[in-house]
């Protein structure tokens, strides 16, 4: 029987995130919509497609529902928020939960441009303040 996450938390691998941007593209489809859909660049067996789509729903980042004998999947949460997971697991594990040091990582490996984060600071200055949260001190730490 294989195991159920709730939400999704392990890595995607290139096939996976391919089946994914399908799926946030079109919102929901079938096996065989996605072997259709991926056929032009990457063609796949029907069976290699579903294996896929059954990993992506253990991991948590699909579900499906039953029409008529299809199986219809759907992406459990929409890619920005799936992005925002990848990088809170980024800090927690390489950066001690700090945003800080991921930012001067980036930085200084020139992955980001300091220009580019100036900008963002003068948007997020510019913000209305009953649209900004208050600032976490490291929500995802626990204490032990």
């Known amino acids: ?69 299809a199986f219809v999947y759907r992406g459990v949460e929409p890619p920005r928020s799936v992005a925002v997971r990848a990088v809170r697991m980024i800090l927690d594990q390489f950066c001690n939960g700090s945003l800080e040091q991921l930012l001067l990582g980036m930085v200084e490996n020139e992955a980001v441009d300091p220009e580019d984060l100036r900008n963002l600071a003068r948007k997020l200055a510019q913000e209305s303040p009953g649209k900004r949260r208050s600032p976490k001190k490291n929500p995802r730490k626990r204490k032990e």
């Open 1 to 69: 029987m294989r195991q159920k996450l709730n939400t999704p938390g392990t890595d995607l691998s290139p096939l996976e995130r391919q089946l994914m941007e399908i799926l946030w593209k079109e919102k929901s489809s079938t096996a065989e919509e996605i072997r259709a859909a991926l056929a032009p660049r990457h063609p796949l067996m029907d069976s290699t497609v579903r294996t896929v789509l059954r990993r992506l729903e253990d991991k948590g980042y699909v579900t499906h529902t039953v029409q008529g004998k």
